[in-house]
């Protein structure tokens, strides 16, 4: 069965609701930083990377950093997974705050299922330290395998949270402060809301204080006082701005057979006909009983001979005919779903259609099929 979700975006304004700037603008600069770094989990039962010459390089650095002498061949590294650890730094984060983060084996290890993570620094893009991670792991997924080597695998093992896992050593520069604009970038960009943004912060503020840059940015003027900034920015992101109409579009995707159509979306006038041609060919078989006649003294003898199958073949050639519908100019969305919902046509006849409609222009809409 198709579904056919229609959108119906801004056909009646008594439906359009405005939206507050903070749920359609990020501001530039004010974003969060991804972290990764290399450690190693500890205490595991079993289910570590073995032998890998990786890990046990690892587990031999950092015993010397702790003043032992040990040699990489006689450790087993059983009980030990290397693992790759990432975090999210988020903007203003500062020094002694924490952040969570994830941890995920990069060697063999099969679980992570009661390991701690060693002491280990998560660097940003820049290769600085921003953060250091340790602590135990809380693992969703559970492994289990036998000795005649059947095993079963709930989730995901080998990938597990520290909550509040990692301390903040450093915080990440940002031009908030200094800066003598505010630069809002929508989230969707469009001409017609960067305009409305403009307009609504400059009927808040006074005339001036806001510039459309284009289609995606926004520039506002900020406070001189740094104290003022954040009280201003509380006030930026409380204003209610209606965006505009997106732009019309068709989505198709051709494996679920779900059609979303755009509020906006038009066909111009086009006749469509949609009909299904079906043949049935049965092929049967019919046995007759052969026969020889042969001339004897006494007349002509008849001995009965092998079987003869002779095929029987019914071809049945039937054409479902359905009316077509037609479409007047400025056809809306309701007219459009009502007549493909009439037709009853596939998934795949109802992306034909609608390929056949962008292909002569009759579809004033973005097609995309997915």
């Known amino acids: ?14 439906l359009s609701l405005a939206d507050r700037l903070k749920d359609i603008v990020d501001v530039a600069g004010v974003r969060s930083n991804p972290l990764v770094g290399y450690g190693l989990v500890v205490g595991l039962s079993g289910s570590g990377d073995g032998n890998l010459g990786l890990t046990r390089q690892s587990l031999q650095s950092i015993m010397s950093r702790l003043g032992l002498e040990v040699n990489a061949n006689d450790l087993d590294a059983k009980n030990v997974a290397a693992v790759m650890v990432t975090a999210e730094l988020p903007p203003f984060l500062k020094p002694g705050q924490v ?31 921003y953060a250091i991670a340790q602590g135990s792991l809380v693992v969703g997924g559970l492994g289990v395998e036998g000795g005649d080597g059947s095993s079963v695998v709930v989730n995901i093992p080998t990938v597990g949270r520290i909550p509040r896992g990692a301390t903040v050593e450093r915080m990440v520069d940002t031009a908030f402060l200094e800066s003598e604009y505010f630069v809002l970038n929508l989230g969707r ?38 104290g003022a900034r954040v009280p201003f920015m509380g006030m930026l992101e409380q204003i209610e701005v209606e965006p505009a109409q ?20 038009r066909v111009t006038p086009t006749a469509i006909s949609h009909g299904t041609l079906t043949v049935r060919v049965n092929e049967n078989f019919d046995v007759a009983q052969g026969a020889t006649v042969v001339n004897g003294e006494n007349g002509n003898v008849v001995v009965p001979g092998e079987p003869v199958v002779l095929p029987d073949t019914e071809i049945d050639v039937a054409e479902e005919t359905n009316p077509a519908f037609v479409f007047d100019p400025g056809v809306s969305l309701s007219s459009l779903v009502d007549a493909i919902n009439a037709v009853g046509v596939s998934a795949s006849d109802l992306v034909s259609i609608l390929e056949a409609l962008h292909s002569i222009g009759a579809l004033r809409a973005e097609l995309i099929i997915i």
């Open 189 to 226: 960009p469009d001409f017609s809301t960067a305009g409305m943004v403009a307009d609504a912060i400059n009927g808040q503020f006074g005339e001036g204080v806001a510039v459309a840059l284009d289609g995606s940015s926004v520039r506002v003027r900020a406070p001189a006082d740094p």
């Open 99 to 129: 952040l969570d983060v994830t941890v995920s084996t990069s060697g063999k290890a099969k679980s992570l299922q009661g390991g701690m993570l060693l002491m280990t620094p998560l660097m940003g893009a820049d290769g600085e330290v």
């Open 246 to 265: 997106p732009p019309a579009q068709v989505v198709v995707n051709s494996r679920t057979g779900t059609v979303v159509i755009g509020g906006t979306v």
């Open 1 to 14: 069965m198709i579904r056919i979700l229609a959108l119906l975006l801004c056909l009646w304004p008594s």
